[in-house]
């Protein structure tokens, strides 16, 4: 079963690299560079059942657009990732979002993914 993942990542060698690994492990992937673009995203296309993000993006950061997104979507599930940190920064998450600390495996991702879309999508 296919689901929607919106992958939020401002790299593209990153971005391409988890398109693809992520489209290999059953998901479809609708893939942006921008926070902006993220949420014009979310609000256009109903059908996404997760987002993952990256939390350093030019402009808007992850946390910015993680809020934004749970305003539109309050039952969204939201990842975090980053090479930065090694933690999501405590009081700037919203509740119950896992973090992925880069690099990861494709595996580790899609255990992650599958984890908090529980049985929403």
Not at 67 to 88: C, E, F, K, N, W
Request: hydrophobic content about 45%; overall charge negative; charged content about 20%.
């Amino acid at each position: 079963m296919s689901r929607l993942l919106l992958l939020v990542e401002d790299d593209p060698l990153v971005r391409g690299t988890l398109v693809e690994g992520l489209a290999d492990a059953g998901f479809e992937v609708i893939e942006v560079e921008d926070a902006e673009t993220g949420l014009e995203m979310l609000a256009s296309r109903p059908d996404i059942c997760v987002l993952l993000t990256d939390i350093n993006l030019p402009g808007a950061d992850g946390f910015s657009l993680a809020y934004a997104a749970r305003m539109l979507r309050p039952d969204l599930p939201i990842v975090y990732t980053s090479g930065r940190h090694r933690q999501a920064e405590p009081g700037r998450a919203v509740p119950g979002a896992p973090f992925l600390p880069k690099p990861f495996t494709i595996a580790h991702a899609c255990t992650t993914l599958e984890g908090a879309i529980g049985r929403l999508c």
